[in-house]
C-alpha cells in the first residue's frame, strides 16, 4: 500500500515568511509524529498526534511553531516568521499506535526546508 | 530522561569485512529498540526491532540482541557489501517517559569499500 507522503519536498523561502508543510500517514495509522533532521542537532521530535489530539508538543523549538491535524489523517506542520536556524529536513512518520508507543513508526521522504 | 548513545562514525570498512556498531541507553519502563538506516539520498527506513529483553531483530544479514543487562543494541553484520554504505540510526521508543516519540542516537555512517 502507499507510504508516508509528505509535500512539497523542497522549500526555499526567505527569511520571515510563514511555510506550510504536509504530511499525508499511512491509512489507518492513529499516531502521526513530526521530526526535524538538521546536521548540528541530529533527529529532534517535535510533536506527536493520537488521532486529532496532540498530548506531546514537547519538542517544539518555538511558539512560532504549530501543526494541526484534520480526521485523524492529514497534518499541516506550520512555521511563522522563518529563520535561517530553521533550515533543516523535516520528516513526519506515523504507526498504528497500538502498543503504548513501541510500534514501528513508518517515515516519510521529508521536506528539506531553507531559509534564505 | 531517556536517551541513546551510538559509536561515532565514519566507519570505513572493505567489502566483506564483519561490522559492528555499538548502541547504548538509557531508559525508564520497557522500550521497543530500533534501527533505522538512511541510505544516501532517501528517507528513514526500518531495519530492525525488538521489543523486549533478549530479544534480537534481524533483516538482510544484519542483527541486533535487546540486552536489558548491559542496556545496549549492537548492530551486527558478517560481512558487508558496498550497498550496505548509509547512515544508521538507534532509536528507543515507548519508555514509561515518553508517549512514543522516538529518542534517535547520533547516527553512525558507514562507507564501504571495493
Request: proline share 4%; aromatic share 10%; charged share 20%.
Amino acid at each position: 500500500g502507499a507510504g508516508v507522503s509528505q509535500s512539497p519536498s523542497n522549500k526555499v523561502t526567505e527569511k520571515g515568511k510563514d511555510v506550510e508543510l504536509r504530511c499525508d500517514p499511512i491509512s489507518g495509522h492513529t499516531a502521526l509524529y513530526w521530526y526535524r533532521q538538521s546536521l548540528g542537532q541530529g533527529l529532534e521530535f517535535l510533536i506527536y498526534f493520537q488521532g486529532n489530539s496532540a498530548p506531546d508538543k514537547s519538542g517544539l523549538p518555538s511558539d512560532r511553531f504549530s501543526a494541526e491535524r484534520t480526521g485523524g489523517s492529514v497534518s499541516t506542520l506550520t512555521i511563522q516568521r522563518t529563520q535561517q536556524e530553521d533550515s533543516a529536513v523535516y520528516l513526519c512518520a506515523s504507526s498504528l499506535d497500538l502498543a503504548g508507543g513501541r510500534d514501528t513508526q513508518y517515515f516519510g521522504p521529508g521536506t528539506r526546508l531553507t531559509v534564505l | 530522561g531517556d536517551s541513546v548513545t551510538q559509536m561515532e562514525g565514519p566507519v570505513t570498512l572493505s567489502e566483506e569485512a564483519f561490522l559492528t556498531i555499538n548502541c547504548t541507553y538509557t531508559a525508564t519502563g520497557y522500550p521497543s529498540l530500533f534501527w533505522y538506516v538512511q541510505y544516501p539520498g532517501e528517507g528513514l527506513q526500518l531495519l530492525l526491532k525488538a521489543t523486549k529483553a533478549d530479544d534480537k531483530g534481524s533483516n538482510k544479514g544484519f542483527e541486533a540482541t535487546y540486552r536489558k543487562e548491559t542496556t545496549s543494541f549492537h548492530l551486527e553484520k558478517g560481512s558487508v557489501q558496498v550497498s550496505d554504505s548509509a547512515v544508521y540510526f538507534c532509536a528507543l521508543g515507548g519508555g514509561r517517559s515518553n508517549t512514543g516519540k522516538l529518542i534517535f542516537g547520533q547516527g553512525t555512517t558507514l562507507q564501504v569499500k571495493p
